[in-house]
């Protein structure tokens, strides 16, 4: 299996879907193997990328005609990727150190959607989802109860 993926060579140079795919692999492959530092380096990496939601390159593949210009709503907290990452921080015992790391970068940029993102994570990990829903809720792309937005096209499901 790490052969295959090898094959993919320099990450930089293939397009950020594929990317994704990569790490997905990635991450279903070290979970299987037991490999929890691997796992939780390829979660880390698409968990990241979210803060591009609203660019050309997500919205290239992603978007909703319906709704032109405007980012479909994702459900943070549904996504494989979000709980895994969630349940990392909580096994490891890193969710109050990354919640503490997201309010210092919130401080200086109360907009910082990666910031955000690692925050509702951390506070889901903590068993503190009302908060993290209200975290999640301050970017304007969430899945929030009564939002209005379109749906995202072309996700892949988690290998």
Not at 71 to 85: C, H, K, T
Request: charged share 30%; glycine share 8%.
């Amino acid at each position: 299996m790490h052969a295959e993926l090898e094959q993919a060579g320099d990450l930089e140079k293939i397009n950020e879907c594929d990317r994704r795919r990569y790490w997905a692999l990635k991450a279903r492959i070290a979970r299987l193997e037991g490999d929890g530092p691997a796992e939780r380096d390829a979660v880390e990496r698409i968990v990241h990328e979210l803060q591009c939601w609203q660019t050309k390159a997500c919205q290239g593949c992603h978007d909703d005609s319906k709704f032109p210009g405007a980012a479909p709503l994702l459900d943070l907290e549904g996504f494989w990727f979000g709980q895994r990452y969630a349940a990392i921080l909580q096994a490891a015992g890193d969710a109050a150190r990354v919640l503490s790391e997201s309010d210092a970068a919130l401080k200086a940029k109360a907009t910082d959607v990666d910031a955000l993102i690692h925050r509702g994570y951390a506070l889901v990990a903590l068993g503190r989802t009302a908060e993290a829903r209200e975290c999640f809720a301050r970017i304007e792309w969430f899945a929030a109860e009564g939002r209005v937005g379109g749906k995202p096209r072309m996700m892949t499901a988690y290998p």
